[in-house]
């Protein structure tokens, strides 16, 4: 297995533009996370699905920010407009959902730089 | 609010001695922790975990410590090795849900 695959790996922007980020999960896991991590706060989860349903969007940042898993095998992180505040690195990770065993496997991360 | 604290951002530990990370918690819904670690460019990876029915867990030379009462936890790691140098973050999950620390940076020098 390839593991969870994340693109772009780097994303240099401008404030106000749009970025899509890009997650395929591992075949067969059930849940998908998205996690931001900065220096000050580290690893913040910002929305995780179950069976491609949103469960907890409660650590999205704000309305700029908006998650979609459309299917099984795929998952974008939308920020529109960007602001350079939103500069971190993004990671997406899956799991199988199974209780007891809360291993995520994670991706190499998007780094995102908003100028 | 920050469920899960890791109050040093850093530590720097000769090579072939312990290492000590240390986690708190604030929620007692937590029933599972674990510690993840990350190297530069990559995604974190799982390390070890410990349920909260335990208060020790062992591999190699990585040892898990929970301290229920406290609400704290501890990686060991001995003895610490050069590629050991890392970033470990603390996590603790309760149903679907795994709350990560902020992180400690961890450097053995040799």
């Known amino acids: 297995d390839a593991g969870v695959i994340q693109s772009p790996r780097h994303e240099v922007t401008e404030m106000g533009q749009e970025v899509t980020l890009r997650c395929k999960p591992i075949s067969g896991h059930n849940s998908l996370f998205w996690y931001r991590q900065t220096m000050m706060r580290g690893l913040e989860l910002l929305i995780y699905?179950?069976?491609?349903?949103?469960?907890?969007d409660s650590g999205m940042p704000e309305d700029r920010f908006s998650a979609k898993m459309p299917n099984a095998s795929f998952s974008t992180l939308k920020i529109q407009p960007s602001e350079p505040r939103d500069s971190a690195v993004y990671f997406c990770?899956?799991?199988?959902?199974?209780?007891?065993?809360?291993?995520?496997?994670f991706g190499a991360g998007s780094r995102l730089t908003v100028l | 609010d920050q469920q899960v604290k890791q109050n040093s951002p850093s530590l720097s530990v000769q090579e072939g001695r312990i290492s000590i990370l240390n986690c708190d918690y604030t929620n007692s819904m937590f029933d599972y922790f674990l510690w993840y670690k990350k190297y530069p460019a990559e995604g974190p990876t799982f390390l070890i975990s410990i349920s909260s029915i335990k208060d020790k867990n062992e591999d190699g030379r990585f040892t898990v410590f929970l301290n229920k009462s406290a609400k704290h936890l501890s990686l060991h790691i001995v003895p610490s090795q050069p590629g050991d140098s890392a970033v470990y973050f603390c996590?603790?999950?309760?149903?679907?849900?795994?709350?990560f620390g902020a992180g400690t940076i961890l450097r053995v020098k040799s």
């Open positions: 996590a603790a999950a309760y149903g679907n849900k795994l709350v």
């Open positions: 699905f179950n069976n491609n349903v949103p469960i907890d």
């Open positions: 990770a899956s799991w199988t959902g199974n209780s007891g065993a809360n291993v995520l496997t």
